[in-house]
């Protein structure tokens, strides 16, 4: 079941089109999975719309032609879901076959490859463009990545499976903004997990036998 969510203030950006293409990029993801965070999308898109109208009858300098143009252009959530439906794209690992949401259909083939670390962890770089590094990355059963706190953020939605990382217990669909807290995600059920991350800056490691184990970091921010 999803209990993370993107807050109201990142859904309203969404909406408005404010957020870094990235961010932007992992909340269409998570929303492809979340009937709540769709519903509410299209909420917030019907009030902008509004809006946008009632701003027009109060201005007569306003082309209305244009605004029109915008309104038509928002995007459609139905539409997407219904091309969802019909299109299935998977990210294969060692005869493992993970569903991906629509909005990251696009970059199943645009992966580097899947690298074995250490800890059971397994990870792709996916190649999105922008300044934000993002990464597949597989937990096998009692995977765990060493524990590290954040300089920049860090987002995580997990595609499939579920882990906990010493703060809460994350389960498919929940989309997670760590950026102080200090963390350590673990895999511990049979199936493992597959997450997909965004990073603004290399993760920093904290527990003494990462630390010697420090170019790990850069494993996860090419
Ligand atoms: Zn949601």
Redesign the pocket.
């Known amino acids: 079941m ?1 209990n ?3 807050n109201r203030t990142q859904l309203n950006q969404f909406v408005e089109g404010t957020l870094p293409p990235a961010v932007s990029l992992i909340i269409s993801a ?2 492809d999975m ?1 009937p ?2 769709r519903h ?1 999308i299209e909420i917030l898109q019907a009030e902008m719309s509004k809006k946008m109208l009632s701003e027009d009858s109060l201005s007569n300098h306003c082309d209305f032609g244009n605004m029109m143009n915008d309104i038509m252009e928002l995007p459609s959530l139905d539409k997407q879901i219904k091309v969802e439906s019909v299109v299935e794209k998977t990210l294969e690992l060692d005869g493992k076959y993970f569903k991906l949401p629509r909005a990251l259909h696009r970059f199943s083939d645009r992966t580097s490859g899947w690298s074995h670390l250490v800890g059971k962890l397994w990870q792709t770089q996916v190649d999105i463009g922008g300044d934000l590094k993002a990464h597949f990355i597989y937990m096998e059963k009692g995977g765990q990545v060493p524990e590290h706190t954040h300089r920049g953020n860090e987002y995580t939605l997990v595609i499939d499976g579920e882990f906990s990382d010493g703060l809460g217990t994350y389960d498919t ?1 929940d ?1 997670m903004l760590m950026n102080q807290h200090k963390h350590s995600p673990r895999a511990d059920t049979d199936e493992g997990c597959l997450v997909f991350s965004l990073l603004d800056q290399p993760l920093h490691f904290t527990s003494g036998l990462a630390r010697m184990l420090n170019p790990f970091s850069h494993l996860f921010f090419k």
């Open positions: 999803i993370h969510h993107p998570h929303a979340c709540k965070c509410d669909g989309l």
